[in-house]
């Protein structure tokens, strides 16, 4: 069969997309999501937001106040949400549940009402002096040091209560040194009450040993 009647083909010729072709539509449309969206990312990860920090050392009971924290400009993004924002005010009828160190962001999960902290603050006299370690926010452990009776050798320490948080330490020289008198402020679980203070009301002394790599 002869091809010489045939029609030669037509190549077909390529049009430039004009603005009504919904093809340039979507694309200009998607690439302007993608810059409204990168300029979002990169506004959002360098804005600051004000958080509360602790000022110093926080530990169970202690409430809320201005005093004992202070403001801190973060970039949390989205985290921003777990800490307490210090644009906004104090919520009030709030205290602290667990210790929080000095310069921590305050979180949300740090607090709760006063009767759900279940300690009970006992002041605990000692005379032979305390580490520099024994400070707002440690956890120490409370040895029982029975009087020795006249020409009868001492009975051995007890131990009271281990891993108590101290509240606060009043030294009545100024100093916590070897051979001061300071008056130890701990928080003890009520269930341990009982054993703390008849020991307190017994003769002999008290003596505080720190918790090795805990508390402040």
């Known amino acids: 069969m002869s091809t010489q009647h045939l029609p030669a083909p037509v190549a077909p010729r390529l049009r430039r997309p004009g603005w009504r072709d919904p093809r340039l539509v979507v694309g200009v449309v998607l690439v302007a999501l993608a810059v409204a969206l990168g300029s979002w990312a990169v506004s959002s990860a360098s804005r600051t937001v004000p958080v509360w920090a ?9 409430p809320l106040s201005p005093d004992a924290l202070r403001t801190v400009d973060v970039r949390l993004g989205s985290g921003a949400e777990l800490y307490l924002r210090a644009d906004e ?54 040895w029982s040091v029975p009087e020795a009776a006249a020409g009868q050798e001492p009975e051995p320490p007890t131990s009271l209560v281990q891993g108590v948080l101290v509240e606060q330490v009043d030294a009545a020289d100024g100093g916590l040194v070897v051979g001061s008198t300071a008056t130890l402020h701990v928080l003890v679980p009520t269930d341990e009450l009982p054993a703390v203070l008849g020991a307190l009301r017994e003769g002999g002394s008290v003596a505080v040993v720190p918790v090795p790599g805990a508390g402040a």
């Open 89 to 142: 005010p104090l919520p009030e009828g709030l205290v602290v549940t667990r210790v929080v160190d000095a310069g921590e962001l305050l979180p949300h999960s740090a607090l709760g009402r006063a009767d759900a902290v279940d300690l009970r603050s006992v002041a605990v006299p000692v005379s032979e002096g305390l580490s520099e370690r024994v400070r707002k926010g440690a956890r120490v452990d409370l």
């Open 54 to 62: 602790a000022d110093g050392a926080l530990t169970p009971g202690d």
